[in-house]
């Protein structure tokens, strides 16, 4: 059962943060709970991720020129992961990132020493608009990442903002990797690192801080959005000399410094009127290529070019494989990436391209002619060079049959990171299928042969995750954002598809009927002008492994929270809509009817044993209905938190009438409430601060009472809890190394395995831990 505010903790989180300042030490210390008691034991776990496959945005990616088989990449809220050539897997790196820091999970730029593969740097910082309240910073490693060091910068990024595709905005110089170039968004202009990035300071000589003239220093501007160094300007042990700067100004894209970054000017005869998304050189033939499109994307665009630039000669030439003069091109350009083991033949991809897919263009001739991985055959059909296995993560068809021109699964609509392994030329990465996908044939394009396209995901999970349900005897189901949902049969395989029948873009509320658990119901988004036929809610009989849909109220786009009777037997669902009533079926939903004594908008939750009780909560107070949602009735509990952000109600499986409270903030009361009389009354968990969700599991040996799990503050301590005495007494299960960005917006136990928590990271799928020792219960 999933029943919560909002899905997005970002919102939440810059309200609280901002007002904590004032409040949080008050509010920890005058709250009506005891006083902040001393940490709770910790217990060792063992942490895995439930396998899907990718599922999130990725940004960025980045070869070690240092290193065979190394590679890094960078998400716009999953963390940062380095490729392991050997085994083909990427490794997470951000897994330490605290509550505190949660926006460190927003990657803006990645940076590899091209001459020591152990050292690697990354931009963090999620939002420049004030959503994430710290500022970025620079992280620092001289182990692959395995640890790292801090430094804060004095501005924000936005590892999660417009403009997220462009870059890399962090480059180290190929000459001395003590030298290091940040190139910031929002008016923040150029910054310099002379001691391996340690410090930081401004280069106050660059003139352009690629402001939008309409909103200087505004925080959606992109600002500066990569830094290129020339090697061939430079020796060992140097500083290079001429130095490259792409800007967010359709007037002035490009800067150049020919004295080490003393001074700087516009590149002459730079193309004007786009956005230079990539800057890529070619030392060998001295060419400089740049991928442009008309918005900062990632996921708009209509027009755009391809340029090289000859630096010795300073000549320009329009190589676009279409240009934006032609009305075949709707697209802008992004991806791009010289191979350097043969400096002659690069590669460029759509910015966008929605239909009937991404489009991706090889020359081997510096650009003058170039070949498509798909063309155009009789119509409706296309031709491909290229074939896309899938069979390891078989969800990537997003539960759709080809239909030509439309052909699944798709290479991905927004390529705007790709990149061939500098040590092989067969080896090529690109953020397209389920997150990532690569080949190890690619040359076979040159000579007419099929180019084998595979999901290069393996320990890429990096999916946003609204909520997860385990009935009794049944498989793990979940609530996602962006591909609605799955069902994991097997922890360790990826599914065969998203939830259909219909298809949600995020499932917001899942949920089951504890007394016949095959029962599922999930409310989730779609825009309902696109697909007026069908239900933004959606039923299942057999556990969730098929589905079918009923009717809905008239205007509905968000899925709000929905929930099933204990017995299957009828359901209460409050669109998400603002203004939406909450109503309530008969049935699997042939028809809504209003439910009276609640307000719009609320969390509704149905208790696991009475079917025809159900709850709800809105700011502050808490309703039940006793007639199967037909009727509410506030209760006259106080003291609970007046927000539904950030807020979960849950009901204990086995036991009527009884119910935890999860949630609220600090301009509010935040922290855990347990009732037991159906909410008549409730009272706050002694030693609980703040708590952010809770899950119920099997009970410990011995034990009647549901192992409880909580994301909470408890002793100072903030972390993932489990309680075995109904909430006496807390352990912590996850460490410093296992933090996730956060506390868990999706939380579950296991009715079946004592011990075990499903949970969501910060952009980091589906986790969950087991006990790593057996110890006596008594």
């Known amino acids: 059962m999933t029943s919560g505010g909002s899905g997005w903790r970002g919102v939440f989180r810059i309200v609280t943060c901002l007002v904590a300042a004032v409040l949080c030490a008050s509010a920890a210390v005058t709250s009506s709970a005891a006083s902040v008691a001393a940490s709770p034991?910790?217990?060792?776990?063992?942490?895995?991720?439930?396998?899907?496959?990718?599922?999130?945005?990725v940004t960025g990616i980045v070869f070690s020129q240092a290193q065979k088989g190394l590679a890094y990449t960078r998400t716009d809220v999953g963390g940062m992961y380095r490729w392991n050539g050997a085994t083909e897997s990427w490794t997470p790196l951000l897994d330490w990132v605290s509550w505190d820091k949660w926006g460190y999970m927003g990657v803006a730029s990645v940076a590899a020493s091209p001459v020591n593969a152990n050292k690697v740097w990354a931009a963090v910082g999620m939002y420049t608009n004030g959503v994430d309240p710290n500022n970025g910073a620079v992280l620092r490693s001289y182990d692959k990442g395995d640890t790292w060091r801090t430094t804060v910068l004095p501005f924000h990024l936005g590892g999660n903002m417009s403009g997220r595709t462009m870059g890399e905005r962090l480059a180290v110089d190929p000459n001395n990797d003590n030298i290091l170039y940040l190139a910031a968004p929002s008016g923040n202009g150029l910054w310099r690192s002379t001691d391996g990035g340690v410090t930081w300071a401004r280069v106050t000589a660059f003139p352009n801080s690629g402001d939008d003239p309409q909103t200087p220093g505004g925080a959606e501007d992109a600002g500066l959005v990569w830094v290129t160094f020339d090697k061939s300007t430079g020796r060992a042990g140097?500083?290079?000399?001429?130095?490259?700067?792409?800007?967010?100004?359709?007037?002035?894209?490009?800067?150049?410094?020919?004295?080490?970054?003393?001074?700087?000017?516009?590149?002459?005869?730079?193309?004007?009127?786009?956005?230079?998304?990539?800057?890529?050189?070619?030392?060998?033939?001295?060419?400089?290529y740049i991928a442009t499109s008309d918005t900062t994307g990632p996921f708009s665009g209509g027009k755009g070019d391809v340029w090289k630039h000859h630096t010795v000669t300073g000549a320009w030439t329009r190589i676009s494989p279409v240009p934006s003069t032609s009305d075949d091109d709707y697209f802008g350009y992004s991806g791009l990436t010289v191979d350097r083991r043969n400096p002659g033949t690069i590669m460029v991809g759509t910015q966008v391209s929605w239909w009937p897919d991404g489009i991706i263009w090889r020359s081997t001739d510096s650009g003058a002619t170039w070949s498509r991985i798909w063309d155009w055959g009789a119509w409706p059909d296309r031709t491909l060079r290229y074939d896309f296995d899938i069979t390891d993560t078989p969800w990537v068809t997003m539960g759709e049959q080809s239909n030509p021109p439309i052909l699944v699964p798709k290479i991905g609509q927004a390529i705007s990171s790709m990149e061939i392994d500098p040590f092989d030329s067969d080896r090529m990465l690109f953020n397209g299928g389920p997150g990532i996908a690569g080949t190890k044939n690619l040359t076979a394009w040159d000579t007419g042969g099929t180019v084998a396209i595979t999901p290069e995901v393996e320990g890429l999970e990096e999916g946003a995750v609204q909520g997860l349900i385990k009935p009794p005897g049944g498989a793990l189901l979940s609530a996602m954002?962006?591909?609605?949902?799955?069902?994991h049969d097997d922890l360790n395989a990826s599914p065969a598809t998203i939830f259909t029948s219909p298809v949600f873009t995020t499932t917001r509320s899942i949920d089951f009927a504890e007394r016949n658990p095959r029962v599922i119901v999930r409310a989730g988004d779609f825009n309902d002008a696109d697909r007026p036929g069908?239900?933004?809610?959606?039923?299942?009989?057999?556990?969730?492994?098929?589905?079918?849909?009923?009717?809905?109220?008239?205007?509905?786009?968000?899925?709000?929270?929905?929930?099933?009777?204990?017995?299957?037997?009828?359901?209460?669902?409050?669109?998400?809509?603002?203004?939406?009533?909450?109503?309530?079926?008969?049935?699997?939903?042939?028809?809504?009817?209003?439910?009276?004594?609640?307000?719009?908008?609320?969390?509704?939750?149905?208790d696991r044993v009475d079917p025809m009780k159900f709850y709800a909560f809105s700011n502050g107070t808490f309703y039940v209905s006793t007639d199967g949602g037909a009727s509410f009735t506030a209760s006259a509990a106080t003291g609970l938190p007046a927000t539904n952000w950030n807020l979960r109600v849950k009901a204990v499986p086995g036991r009527e009438g009884d119910i935890w409270v999860a949630g609220g903030a600090t301009w509010t009361t935040y922290g855990l409430w347990h009732s037991t009389d159906s909410g008549a009354t409730f009272t706050r968990v002694s030693g609980v601060e703040q708590a952010d969700n809770i899950g119920f599991g099997k009970a410990a040996p011995g034990r009647a009472y549901p192992a409880l799990y909580t994301g909470a503050l408890i002793g100072g301590q903030r972390g993932l809890f489990r309680s075995d005495d109904a909430g006496a007494s807390w352990v912590r299960v996850n460490d410093d190394r296992h933090q996730y960005g956060g506390t868990p917006e999706a939380l579950t136990g296991d009715p079946a395995v004592y011990g075990r928590v499903y949970f969501s990271g910060y952009g980091r799928g589906i986790l969950y831990g087991d006990r790593a020792v057996t110890r006596s219960l008594r």
């Open 41 to 57: 034991p910790s217990e060792p776990y063992r942490f895995r991720n439930v396998k899907i496959g990718g599922t999130g945005f």
């Open 238 to 288: 140097t500083r290079s000399k001429t130095v490259y700067v792409g800007v967010a100004d359709k007037a002035n894209p490009v800067y150049r410094s020919t004295d080490g970054g003393a001074t700087w000017a516009p590149l002459a005869g730079a193309p004007t009127g786009y956005l230079p998304h990539k800057g890529v050189l070619d030392p060998v033939n001295h060419l400089l």
């Open 481 to 487: 954002g962006d591909v609605g949902g799955f069902r």
């Open 534 to 606: 069908d239900s933004h809610a959606a039923f299942s009989t057999d556990g969730g492994a098929t589905w079918f849909q009923g009717t809905e109220p008239s205007g509905v786009n968000v899925g709000g929270s929905i929930a099933a009777a204990a017995d299957g037997g009828r359901f209460v669902w409050a669109p998400g809509d603002s203004g939406q009533q909450v109503v309530h079926s008969v049935g699997y939903g042939t028809s809504w009817t209003a439910s009276t004594g609640v307000p719009a908008n609320a969390i509704i939750t149905s």
